[in-house]
Every structure is written in C-alpha cells, then in structure tokens.
C-alpha cells in the first residue's frame, strides 16, 4: 500500500521551465515530509524539507508548497537547467516503533532540454 | 568524511545462495537504514536500528536479517536468495533526535539474482 501518492511519473521541460511535481498522503502521523534528488548510480540526497506548520518554503531555485487540509504538497523548480534531470522523490516520515520511517513517493524522472 | 561506504557495489547471485551487504558511516549516527530500491516504485524501508544492539523490522522485512554491534556498522543479510530480491539495496543513516533529520544515503548495491 503506497502511503504517499506521487505525480506524474515522468516530466520534460525547457530549459528555464518551471517543473512542478506534486505528492499527496492520507495518514495524518505524518511531521515531516521531505524530497529527494537522486541522479543514475547513486544514492537520494536530500534537496529540501518541510514541516506541516509551513505552508511554503524556499531554499535557492526549490520550493516546496504544503496545503496541510488537502494532504498535498508539490515540489517546483524555478529556472530549471539541465543539470537537474534527475528522478525526484517526495517522503513523509513519522514515528514508528523505536524511530521514525520515510515513505517514499514511486518517483518522477524529469528531464530538462537545452 | 567518506559519509555512508556500501560494498559491494554490484553482485550477482545464484538462487539459494546466501551473501552479507555491508554498510559502515563514519558519521556517528545512532540510526541507520537499509531500503531496497526496485524499478518505478520507490524506496521499500526492510529494517532500521536506532542504535547498537537495536533493530527493528520496517516494511518489507521478509527474507532479510540484520544485527547492529556497532554504531558505525549495519549489514544486511540474504539468506535463500531468491529472484523477487533483486533489485538496489541503499543504506542510509541519519542523526537521531527527531525524525526530521535528513537521511544520508550511500550509493547502493545493485543485487542481481539469476
């Protein structure tokens, strides 16, 4: 059972486009939800998180928006480059146990031409 | 800092044999992950430690051991190997306190079962 829903599943722009990828969940244990850049061979890197008391937030050309009614958040990239063809994917975590688990979205592979 | 090392990178196993992954972080994280990665479909958390001595199962447990004698130290074990488990394998580790600390990735084993 997939936890986080993510969409679409593959995504190309233009150079200088404005990709927007976007995830939704149902369980509200969910604190924490962040996004993963992952390129061919290597393993997810954190790109940028947020907490659901936020309703947006900025780190360089990323921005995640969080509607916390909705249960939705989306990723955009502003100014995309080709440098940022990579699969990206949204998680939400929440305690579990002795600690805390990340769901991970199934991922988008976005592709950004010249 | 090496960050978290994952050997091997790349293995190919006959059915029913049995092989150890390993996983060390020289971060001093307390908690630290293994995840299997299969193809459009994201990040499957298979066990967590929270520390030396202390592991617990996430969800896709089955077919898979682990022990945590060491903070820097988290294999992963195959026994019976069989075709369903291959896929790439991604050791994370992550600084405790609260689940919003972003998980380190390595960059993972690539597990061929044939």
């Known amino acids: 059972q997939q936890q986080v829903k993510q969409s679409p599943q593959s995504l190309i722009v233009q150079k200088g486009g404005i990709p927007i990828i976007n995830c939704a969940y149902e369980?509200?244990?969910?604190?924490?939800f962040p996004w993963y850049q992952q390129f061919p061979g290597k393993g997810p890197a954190l790109l940028i998180a947020i907490r659901p008391d936020v309703s947006e937030k900025k780190e360089g050309r990323f921005t995640i928006s969080f509607n916390k009614s909705a249960k939705q958040f989306s990723l955009h990239i502003m100014d995309s480059q080709p440098g940022d063809s990579a699969t990206y994917f949204c998680?939400?975590?929440?305690?579990?146990?002795?600690?805390?688990?990340?769901?991970f979205g199934k991922g988008t592979s976005l592709l950004v031409t010249p | 800092n090496a960050g978290v090392t994952q050997t091997p990178k790349f293995r190919i196993l006959k059915i029913g044999q049995s092989m150890t992954l390993q996983c060390t972080q020289d971060?001093?994280?307390?908690?630290m992950y293994w995840y299997r990665q299969d193809p459009g479909m994201g990040l499957k958390l298979i066990y967590y430690?929270?520390?030396?001595?202390?592991?617990d199962k996430g969800e896709v447990p089955n077919g898979y051991n682990v022990s945590r004698s060491t903070t820097e130290d988290f294999p992963l074990r195959l026994e019976l190997a069989a075709p369903s488990q291959t896929s790439v394998y991604f050791c994370?580790?992550?600084?405790?306190?609260?689940?919003?600390?972003?998980?380190?990735f390595g960059d993972g084993t690539r597990l061929s079962i044939l």
């Open positions: 971060m001093n994280h307390n908690y």
């Open positions: 430690s929270v520390g030396a001595g202390i592991t």
């Open positions: 994370a580790s992550s600084y405790p306190e609260t689940g919003i600390q972003p998980q380190h």
């Open positions: 998680a939400a975590s929440m305690r579990v146990n002795s600690g805390y688990a990340l769901n």
């Open positions: 369980n509200t244990a969910f604190d924490y």
